[in-house]
């Protein structure tokens, strides 16, 4: 974790409840991929929570879709729903532990593939679609866009998972590098590590960490979403830090260009 945050949430705690956020996403569109299951399916009720006016959730599977949706209408009822099946990523894909001397290089290549090309996909179609609706109203607010990554992007050893974190290291620039191209008056572009919590994908993965309620995670995407966030473009954040404790370090984080992809010299 970055050495200058000292307080840390694995609950949800009352300074980033959606429910203070309600002005800023009335009549806000919010597209959630994996918005099924898992911390997917967390974010579309914190944003619903939130008083978001649609959710467009994707996924793989109709059912869980579904699911979710029959779940956060019987919450909030005037809440508009589009549901779509289809894969944007693949979250079943993570290759079993292996040495990348021994490893399959067309599976591991899969992990970039679905990473990094779809991300980018994902990115491009939706800025481009922005673009060509935008008005030029002074007062028209930009697109946010959050992807979710992990510690695995630039930090500790992990021995058999090359693939894994050369492609998260690969979407962290991505993100990063997308905001030298789109304006922050466009969209602002945050990068977040969900912490552990609880998945399919998390079991398979085989790592042990201290666990994050996934409420907490989808609290913390709403508020990455808001405009007091803006500040964090292009950089990444953990859902696990205390935002009230981020926001006293905001001019240093902006004068000093913390939290990005970088070396240092000492």
């Known amino acids: 974790m970055a ?9 949800p705690y009352s300074e980033i409840s959606p ?67 289809g894969s944007v990523s693949s979250p079943d894909h ?29 990115t491009q179609t939706y800025l481009r679609r922005r673009r060509g609706l935008q008005t030029g109203a002074e007062d028209e607010k930009p697109g946010v866009i959050i992807n979710i990554n992990t510690k695995a992007a630039y930090e500790f050893r992990i021995p058999g998972m090359s693939s894994y974190g050369a492609s998260k290291a690969a979407m962290l620039r ?6 030298d191209d789109a304006p922050a008056s466009e969209a602002c572009v945050i990068s977040v590590h969900p912490g ?18 996934r409420k907490l995670a989808g609290d913390f995407e ?17 859902v696990n830090w205390d935002v009230p404790e981020l926001l006293s370090w905001k001019d240093v984080i902006v ?6 992809t970088n070396i240092k010299e000492a």
């Open 3 to 11: 050495s200058f945050i000292k307080t840390e949430h694995y609950e």
């Open 222 to 238: 709403v508020w990455s979403a808001s405009e007091e966030a803006a500040f964090l473009n292009g950089r990444m954040v953990w």
């Open 255 to 260: 004068e000093k260009d913390l939290l990005r």
């Open 19 to 85: 429910n203070t956020l309600h002005t800023q996403f009335t009549n806000q569109k919010v597209l959630i991929t994996g918005g099924g299951s898992g911390i997917g399916a967390s974010t579309a009720r914190s944003f619903a929570q939130a008083n978001a006016a649609k959710l467009i959730l994707t996924g793989r599977t109709e059912s869980t879709l579904h699911q979710t949706a029959a779940a956060l209408r019987a919450e909030s009822p005037d809440l508009e729903f589009s549901l779509h099946v």
């Open 174 to 179: 991505l993100a990063q590098v997308i905001t």
């Open 196 to 213: 552990a919590v609880q998945t399919a994908l998390l079991v398979k993965s085989g790592l042990k960490r201290k666990m994050t309620n």
């Open 94 to 122: 993570l290759s079993a532990p292996v040495s990348f001397v021994d490893a399959d290089l067309k599976d591991w290549w899969q992990g970039s593939t679905t990473t990094v090309f779809r991300t980018a996909l994902m």
